[in-house]
Every structure is written in C-alpha cells, then in structure tokens.
C-alpha cells in the first residue's frame, strides 16, 4: 500500500512569506502529525489531526496552524516566515495515534531566505 | 517540564556491540518509541516498549525501566548500513516527546 506523501519536497521562500505544506496519510490511516526537525533541537512536535479535529498541539507560535479534511489528508501553514522556521517538516500518519507505529513521510525541506 | 535525553553521537566498530542511552523524565507515560533515521530518510519505526524489561528483534533489543525513567537500544553485530541516527520517543498523555537524535558512526 503507498506510504505517506509530503508535497512539495523542497521549498524556497523569502521572510514574510506564508507557505502550505501538504501530508496524505496511508490509507485508513486517521491520525496525521507534523514535526518540525532541525539539526540542533531534533523532532518537535507541532500539531495532530484525528478525525479532522487538531487533538493535540505543541508549543509553536500561531503562526503555525493547520488543518485536516474528510479524507485524512492534511495541510500544515506557515505564515509570516521567518529565517528560524528553515527546517525539514515532517508528517507522520498512524491508524488511531498515540501507541501505535508512526509511518513518517520523506518531508518538506523549507529554507527561508 | 518534559526532557528526554540521548547521546549526541557516538562511533562503534562494524561487527560490535553498541548501546544507545534515553532517559526521559515526562508528566505521563505510555510507551517509549525507538526509530531510526538514515541522512535525507524520514525516520523508521524500531521498537516500542510499555512494560520493564528487554524486547529482542533479530540483531535490535530494546530495555525499559519505567522506575528510573531509562530505555536503552542495543545493536549486535553492526553492519555498516546501521550508520544512522536513532530517535527516542516517550507517549505522554497521548503526544510524542522526542528526543535529539544519537548520530551512530560505524568504522570500518
């Protein structure tokens, strides 16, 4: 069955722009999660989706929001940006969250310039 | 607040052993995740533990020790595709803290 899919893979933007960031999860997959990962700080957690409600969400700036819809697919925002949001984003679906195995996507390579 | 901690980077000899050190300190606990992550790769799914004691998965092990707040992840016989960071991760009240990453360095 396909695995998660992040678009795009890489991305360029300059400060003040906003930028969508785009996760379908493994199909029958309910639970979408999006980490933000840099060299120093490691995977943080940015928010989860379950059933098209945001249950949980990390301590991030509102900035960053997002949202999913029926079909589990889910998008991540990012507005406003700023030099320090250059990282790898990654999103991770799982059947139910929490105790079960995350699947990872291959990420979004944002650099802001 | 929620902490966990794992070696920055450690380098091991193909063909030993090595043991990769977490300690978490979390509000809650629900099971601690291993995952591993190649250079450029999305992380991949190792091992999970919820109760004391070691899960063994062919040449991967994993310990817990929910009373000192302690998992470890043993590799036998290193091979050099085991060159990767290795991610650990606590369930705490239904999110997952992760920590930084130990860089793994296996030498020829």
């Known amino acids: 069955k396909a695995g998660v899919t ?18 379908s999860p493994i199909s029958g997959h309910r639970s ?18 379950f059933s098209e409600t945001q249950r949980n969400k990390g ?14 697919r889910s998008e991540m925002n990012v507005s406003t ?12 679906s799982s059947f139910t ?6 699947f990872f996507g291959q990420g979004t390579r944002l650099t802001v310039v | 607040g929620q902490n966990i901690d794992q070696p920055t980077e450690m380098t091991a000899t193909e063909g030993a052993i090595v043991q990769i050190n977490c300690t978490y300190q979390t509000s809650g606990f629900n099971g601690l995740f291993w995952y591993q992550q190649h250079a450029g790769e999305a992380p991949t ?4 533990n919820v109760l004391d004691g070691l899960e063994e998965k062919g ?7 929910r009373s000192k707040g302690y998992s470890y992840l043993l590799l036998k016989e290193l091979q050099m595709k085991d060159s990767a960071s290795y991610l650990c991760a606590v369930k705490s009240n239904y999110q997952l803290i992760w920590g930084a990453g130990t860089k793994l360095i296996i030498k020829p």
């Open chain 1, 6 to 23: 992040q678009t795009p893979r890489y991305l360029i933007k300059t400060r003040g722009q906003q930028v969508t960031l785009s996760c």
């Open chain 1, 32 to 49: 979408v999660s999006w980490y933000q990962q840099t060299p120093g700080q490691g995977l943080q957690f940015l928010f989860e989706y």
């Open chain 1, 59 to 72: 301590n991030f700036p509102g900035r960053f929001s997002g949202r999913q819809f029926s079909n589990s």
């Open chain 1, 81 to 92: 940006l700023e030099l320090g949001d250059s990282a790898l984003y990654l999103c991770a």
């Open chain 1, 97 to 102: 969250g929490g105790s079960t195995e995350a």
């Open chain 2, 45 to 48: 799914f190792l091992s999970y």
């Open chain 2, 59 to 65: 040449r991967f092990s994993s310990f817990l020790s």
